[in-house]
């Protein structure tokens, strides 16, 4: 089947301090991306979408300025925390799905990105 | 993506079907029901979607209402890496890969025990 993955798996960062976390959709083209958080014990949140040669678009209540997405290839899709805080802590999830055949309504899923700040 | 409701958990012994119910009233006539399963630190895997007839695949069965507005998740013998949250979550079909991204609500916390 489709495999998303993520880059990292776990990153610990001090606070006030940028990190970036790579969505990879290996086997397909994916002109959109998802990028969802999920706090301990709740239900993933979507975040923001990626759009392959364009601005992403967010959630009401995500800041766009904090939570930097770049999606400059059909299999490539940046988040960058910036100016991390221990509230961003979290685990972030990326999905894609792929442009074209039957599977065009199925989202594929990364194994997750745990982010600490201390 | 319209609403679901689903149990907050249930509870099944290894080795014997679960059937997972979901409630989704409102939907509309375009919309796929699709099951995704994650398990503790992992993102989520799909399962299965349908639109209006019965699917079936290595993983699981899914079983539509009559009239759409609920469905059942039947895993046939569960096993204990089938304990899991999940998600049946409604989809407008969109074509060539465009897409909005799912909603997800609680999902079921399925338990098996050994």
């Not at chain 2, 407008?92 to 909603?103: E, I, K, M, Y």
């Amino acid at each position: 089947g489709a495999v998303v993955s993520q880059h990292p798996s776990r990153v610990i960062c001090k606070s006030g301090t940028s990190v970036k976390i790579e969505c990879r959709s290996l086997d397909f083209q994916a002109t959109t991306m998802f990028w969802y958080r999920q706090f301990p014990k709740q239900s993933l949140m979507l975040m923001a979408t990626s759009n392959e040669g364009s601005k992403a678009t967010y959630e009401q209540g995500v800041e766009k300025d904090k939570f930097l997405i770049n999606h400059a290839s059909l299999t490539l899709s940046t988040l960058t925390v910036t100016s991390a805080h221990p509230e961003d802590s979290s685990f972030y999830i990326c999905s894609a799905s792929p442009n074209l055949g039957s599977s065009g309504n199925t989202i594929y899923f990364g194994e997750g990105s745990w982010l600490t700040v201390v | 993506d319209a609403k679901t409701t689903q149990p907050n958990s249930m509870e099944s012994n290894e080795e014997e079907p679960v059937h997972l119910p979901c409630n989704h009233s409102t939907i509309s006539g375009t919309d796929y029901i699709h099951w995704y399963r994650q398990l503790p630190s992992q993102g989520p895997e799909y399962v299965i979607h349908g639109l209006t007839s019965n699917v079936n695949n290595r993983m699981a069965s899914l079983a539509i209402a009559e009239d759409r507005k609920s469905s059942t998740l039947i895993l046939h013998r569960a096993t204990l890496r089938d304990a899991a949250v999940y998600y049946c979550i409604l989809r407008g079909f969109v074509s060539g890969g465009g897409a909005d991204g799912l909603t997800f609500g609680k999902g079921t916390h399925l338990i098996i025990q050994p």
